[in-house]
């Protein structure tokens, strides 16, 4: 088995928090007359000064996972990259080459047929099966070049309905290889904004455009994860983010936040200091 990470991207955490205040309500700003018709519309990160990345979400009707186009706009390289979504019918998308199927009741993602590599796997097909319990996502199995044995196995633990912990494991040894942790500031309810799976490392986009179940109404504070060496005991990588001064309106909506640490493979977009954008049904 080879499980290797991409360690100068995704040697997560090495940060500390640096403003006292976790969060700061704008009574000036409010997203929409109607707070609960809104969907993430575009996401940018920014330097302090600069804006380096945008990322915008075009919706073919304003409904949760039903955005057919994500926009890449790097300021730094001078480029653009557009991903279209293809519906051949209500549960079935092609998107960038990913075959994309969903339930047929709730629309949520119940599998992804894919040829993109997950870490330094070498294998020539992938598919992921997603398992739910109520609304949230419970268990996601890899299989690789069509074998009836997954090879990894997700496994996310909540708590009061928000993401507490993702244990990944190699599956022929049932050895853990990854895990995270999050933490978050309870007395704060927002609208549902992003998912926080630590897992996707190939599938980061999806996370944007699909609907994978319930999102958190937590913010979060802490992110910790942990990979461990083929034994399954040997650490072999410790990191830890802090996600501080939070601007939300005063419909709860995320405005700003701030990510001390180094860029998430697999949340790449939750990176420096970020602003949401929204697109409402008013």
């Known amino acids: 088995m080879r499980f290797l990470f991409y360690i100068g991207i995704l040697c997560l955490f090495s940060c500390k928090k640096s403003y006292s205040d976790i969060y700061a309500i704008s009574d000036l700003e409010q997203v929409s ?20 990345e945008i990322l915008s979400l075009n919706y073919v009707t304003l409904t949760k996972g039903y955005a057919n186009r994500l926009t890449t706009i790097n300021n730094i390289t001078n480029s653009t990259r557009n991903r279209f979504r293809v519906f051949i019918n209500d549960t079935l998308s092609i998107y960038d080459g990913d075959s994309i199927f969903l339930d047929k009741a709730t629309k949520y993602v ?8 997950p870490l330094e796997l070498e294998f020539d097909q992938y598919e992921y099966r997603f398992f739910y319990k109520d609304s949230l996502l419970e268990l996601k199995l890899m299989y690789v070049n069509g ?17 507490e912990k993702i244990e990944m494991y190699f599956k022929p040894e049932n050895k853990l290889i990854f895990q995270s942790a999050f933490k978050y500031e309870k007395n704060i309810k927002v609208k549902p904004w992003i998912y926080y799976y630590s897992d996707f490392f190939s599938l980061s986009e999806h996370l944007l455009v699909f609907n994978f179940g319930a999102m958190p109404t937590a913010i979060v504070t802490e992110m910790e ?22 601007k939300i309106s005063k419909d709860n ?16 977009y939750l990176f420096q200091n970020i602003e949401l954008k929204y697109q409402c049904k008013n």
Do not use: H, M
Not at 225 to 246: A, E, I, P, Q, R
């Open 33 to 52: 007359l109607k707070s609960d018709t809104c969907l993430l519309a575009s996401i940018s990160s920014t330097n302090y000064t600069n804006t380096e």
């Open 225 to 246: 994860s942990v990979y461990f060496d083929n034994d399954g005991s040997t650490v072999l990588g410790l990191w830890k983010t802090v996600f501080s001064n939070y």
């Open 110 to 117: 119940k599998r992804i047929a894919t040829i993109k590599r």
């Open 147 to 163: 074998d009836t044995i997954p090879y990894y196995e997700s496994r996310y633990n909540y708590a009061n309905n928000q993401l």
């Open 253 to 268: 909506y995320v405005l700003r936040a701030a990510c001390f640490g180094q860029r998430i493979q697999s949340l790449p």
